[in-house]
């Protein structure tokens, strides 16, 4: 999914990389494209906020462009949706229930849909497109591309290229992001799987593939990274 947060309170302090000097940037709402990288959100142990995720297909219904244009990127909300952006904000701040906040968001972000004729920008989506996410994202990223594309009658070169000219991502990369996910549920539950039943369960190959993969998704070799959460859990 695309996410996109609206801070309730202080600017959201957000870098795009974890332990790696990457500069913060502040936001009062931002949103992010599909990503193989962890993004850090810092706050002092405090945060209340809101957070939308949207599909690809969402994304180009509210945004008005392809999730591929949003793709490693996190981009202040105003910037995408003008004032509306910044009413979302506004309104959401304002109100003082659940409710209200999400009636506000709702009616906002239909607006958003309509002011771009929403339907329309969607006839410009090969329906191969949606259907390769939806296999994909079925499978926890366990399938073969070629065999995706080879159900949907395109060549595995051609999907590749449709797929990243909307999603952002190749398939490939989508299906290791989406085994990555798959492995960071089981690591994060509040009894964890040895990682090598982490790998093996998520659909890994071996546990060194799991942990070239977290290293490159998180910035840290897995056993570091759990210790950094346990740190975080406590204090």
Same mark, same amino acid.
């Given at each position: 999914m695309l996410t996109a947060v609206i801070s309730l309170s202080d600017p959201l302090e957000v870098a795009a990389g974890v332990d790696d000097g990457s500069p913060v940037t502040r936001f009062d709402g931002v949103a992010g494209g599909l990503m193989c990288r962890s993004v850090a959100i810092h706050h002092d142990g405090r945060q209340q906020g809101v957070r939308v995720s949207l599909t690809p297909l969402g994304a180009r219904a509210v945004y008005g462009m392809p999730a591929a244009a949003l793709a490693h990127r996190l981009v202040p909300l105003d910037e995408l949706l003008g004032a509306l952006g910044v009413e979302l904000v506004d309104r959401l701040r304002a109100a003082t229930t659940w409710t209200a906040r999400f009636a506000a968001l709702?009616?906002?972000? @239909?607006?958003?849909?309509?002011r771009g004729a929403g339907g329309d920008r969607m006839?410009?989506?090969?329906?191969?497109?949606?259907? +390769?996410? *939806? *296999?994909?994202? +079925?499978? *926890?990223g366990r399938v073969q591309v070629g065999a995706v594309a080879a159900e949907l009658g395109w060549s595995r070169r051609y999907l590749t290229e449709r797929f990243r000219g909307e999603v952002g991502l190749s398939p490939?990369? $989508?299906? !290791?992001?989406? !085994? $990555?996910?798959?492995?960071?549920? @089981?690591?994060? %539950?509040? &009894?964890?799987?040895?990682? %090598? &039943?982490?790998?093996?369960v998520s659909g890994y190959a071996d546990q060194a593939h799991l942990v070239r993969d977290w290293r490159e998704f998180t910035g840290r070799p897995p056993t570091v990274w759990r210790r950094g959460e346990v740190l975080l859990g406590t204090g």
């Open positions: 709702d009616e906002l972000l @239909l607006q958003a849909v309509g006839l410009r989506v090969r329906p191969e497109v949606p259907e +390769a996410w *939806r *296999r994909l994202v +079925a499978a *926890r490939k990369t $989508f299906a !290791r992001v989406l !085994r $990555f996910e798959h492995a960071h549920e @089981l690591a994060t %539950a509040h &009894d964890p799987l040895p990682w %090598a &039943d982490v790998a093996s």
